[in-house]
């Protein structure tokens, strides 16, 4: 498996390229450019950007944090010469919110959903290889409070806990060119015990006579099980044996987890005959999650989360990454913080964030931005973006939790209110229908609806006053049946209520100690000196530990982010302690 750049690691091909760069932008505050044409005129686009860096972002080269809900990009791109009959494919990571996109001055398409990708089909559009002119209108209201948001700001400056926003394009965008029958969705899972894989796999279209599909699953130059499938219809599951994991002694060495982040290669052909007419890479990791006897298993084996709250916020380029070795070096620095999983929090993350977690062996808790607002359409549009994140995300060996909901955004009255109750509990079901193979949390931090994890937000700055909420049985019991430190319930209706014995508790958010170096120092508690920085973290750190009931914890945050400085690092990455001191603090173990 390469490490490569590819935008999209889990389905590669060699025949694409990045349409990132230098793009040709325009404001359009007035909201004139459709009436005006601009999509086929290119006089109005009078500065230039750099993709994929949101317009707010130093990094794209303006720098414009202001209101400006509508803006336009234009570019050229040339199709590289490829056999006749190929399609041409233009994929987008991300367009915050609402995206329409024209190629030679005709629409090709449009999008909604400011955290999803979508793709489309350009080939109908494009005489000869080129130039041809891209270009995309985004549309997206920071007032509009239907629309999942997560933490970008609606106020024109930052506040308390919200940051500027990322208006348009924020992820990759390329060019790939496929046969016109290919392998367009793949999927992957895992069953350890029956020593097996199971692929799930859509073709762009139905075949008008079966087609053939060969796989092969291998670990370097280890093959560990080949296939083939008859292909009569436009998807299909296959399952393979793997005979190496039949040996319980010797599988270990197959099975993903942060200590041993192994991952299978698999090489799939797709053949009419004796032609192969489209070949792809993909590689998945073997491993298992869920939850028993109040614990959050691994491999069938009780794991303790020691996780980290991951904003993904960058200084320089905002919730884009500066580039791919930042992705790389940000999961190394939270394993080398003594972290084994990281919670991303109000944001969908980049595929290739993923892809370096699963390589370098990082649990991950995925979750989304959240609406303010509960109306129907806010239900639609969340929805419709979650389900589009799940089916992306779904077989990356990273993830080990669903996170639909956080802190009832969106659904502020959830706690008296059925309809919201319906919702939270719906969004739920539909992740574990989307993927039945992972934990669910409906509502991070309180009011639990449907939740296969109960998780606590709790940032009281006395380690015993969490030892006297969580440290024992009893007053674990009774902080689940109560409010918590925030005045909410923890659990909602019947089914939350009933269950909530049999399902493991973490801490999924505590800490926030700010120090008052930072200019404009928030957090949720501000200290004065590196000595007092080490002491609260240690106590608080050994205060979580000490709770016997308490299986896992998230502190907040990795770093710092605008005004709210209450992370282990600076907003450049730098360690407020030395990192050796800090991983003792987080793992309990001697500083090394």
């Not at 505050?29 to 459709?34: K, N, T, V």
């Not at 208006?167 to 069953?191: C, F, K, R, Y």
């Not at 590196?530 to 973290?537: G, N, P, T």
Request: net charge negative; proline share 6%; glycine share 8%.
């Amino acid at each position: 498996m390469q490490d490569g750049s590819h935008p999209r690691p889990q389905l590669l091909r060699g025949d694409w390229t990045s349409l990132d760069g230098e793009w040709r932008f325009a404001y359009d505050d007035a909201d004139e450019g459709l009436r005006r044409r601009w999509h086929a005129d290119d006089a109005a686009f009078d500065r230039s950007i750099r993709v994929p860096f949101p317009p707010e972002s130093p990094a794209s080269g303006i720098g414009d944090t202001g209101h400006h809900p509508v803006v336009w990009y234009r570019r050229s791109f040339d199709v590289a010469a490829a056999p006749a009959g190929r399609r041409c494919l233009i994929h987008f990571g991300a367009v915050d919110h609402e995206a329409a996109v024209w190629v030679d001055g005709q629409l090709a398409g449009r999008h909604t959903g400011g955290y999803s990708p979508f793709t489309l089909d350009v080939t109908e559009l494009l005489d000869g290889p080129g130039p041809h002119e891209l270009v995309v209108r985004a549309a997206d209201d920071p007032r509009d409070a239907e629309a999942p948001r997560g933490k970008q700001d609606w106020l024109p400056e930052p506040h308390a806990i919200w940051y500027h926003r990322s208006t348009g394009i924020w992820q990759t965008v390329w060019l790939e060119t496929v046969a016109p029958q290919h392998i367009a969705a793949l999927h992957w899972t895992s069953d350890i015990e029956a020593a097996t894989v199971r692929g799930e796999l859509r073709l762009a279209r139905r075949p008008s006579a079966p087609l053939t599909l060969q796989a092969e699953w291998s670990l370097g130059e280890e093959l560990l099980a080949a296939s083939t499938l008859r292909l009569d219809s436009d998807h299909a599951a296959f399952g393979v044996e793997l005979p190496a994991l039949r040996d319980q002694h010797g599988r270990d060495r197959l099975l993903w987890s942060p200590g041993n982040p192994v991952l299978i290669d698999v090489t799939l052909r797709l053949m009419r005959g004796d032609d192969v007419i489209d070949e792809a890479a993909s590689y998945l990791g073997i491993r298992s999650t869920a939850v028993d006897d109040a614990s959050f298993l691994l491999n069938g084996y009780p794991v303790y989360l020691r996780a980290v709250l991951e904003q993904g916020y960058w200084p320089e380029s905002h919730f884009t990454a500066p580039s791919d070795d930042a992705r790389r070096a940000e999961v190394q620095l939270i394993k080398d913080l003594g972290f084994n999983a990281a919670r991303i929090h109000q944001k969908a993350e980049d595929p290739r964030f993923l892809f370096w977690a699963d390589r370098l062996g990082l649990m991950i808790w995925a979750e989304t931005a959240a609406a303010a607002e509960f109306t129907p359409r806010a239900v639609r549009l969340l929805t419709a973006e979650w389900s589009a994140l799940v089916e992306r995300d779904r077989s990356h060996p990273c993830i080990v939790a669903w996170v639909p909901m956080n802190e009832s955004w969106g659904v502020g009255d959830v706690a008296a209110s059925r309809p919201q109750q319906h919702f939270v509990q719906a969004m739920a079901s539909l992740t574990r229908a989307l993927d039945p193979t992972r934990p669910v949390v409906s509502n991070d931090g309180w009011e639990h609806v449907d939740s296969d994890i109960l998780t606590l937000h709790d940032y009281s700055s006395d380690p015993e006053e969490l030892l006297a909420r969580y440290g024992t049985a009893e007053a674990l019991a009774a902080a689940l049946a109560g409010r918590g430190p925030h005045g909410r319930r923890i659990l909602v209706g019947e089914r939350a209520e009933a269950t909530a014995a049999a399902r493991p508790v973490m801490i999924s958010e505590f800490g926030g100690i700010a120090h008052r170096s930072a200019a404009g120092a928030w957090g949720y508690t501000v200290v004065d000196s590196d000595d007092e920085y080490r002491q609260r973290l240690e106590g608080l750190f050994a205060a979580i530990r000490r709770c016997a009931g308490i299986r896992g914890f998230c502190y907040t945050q990795l770093s710092d982010t605008l005004q709210e400085s209450n992370g282990l690092l600076t907003g450049s990455r730098e360690p407020k302690l030395p990192v050796p001191v800090l991983r003792a603090i987080v793992t309990g173990g001697p500083s090394r």
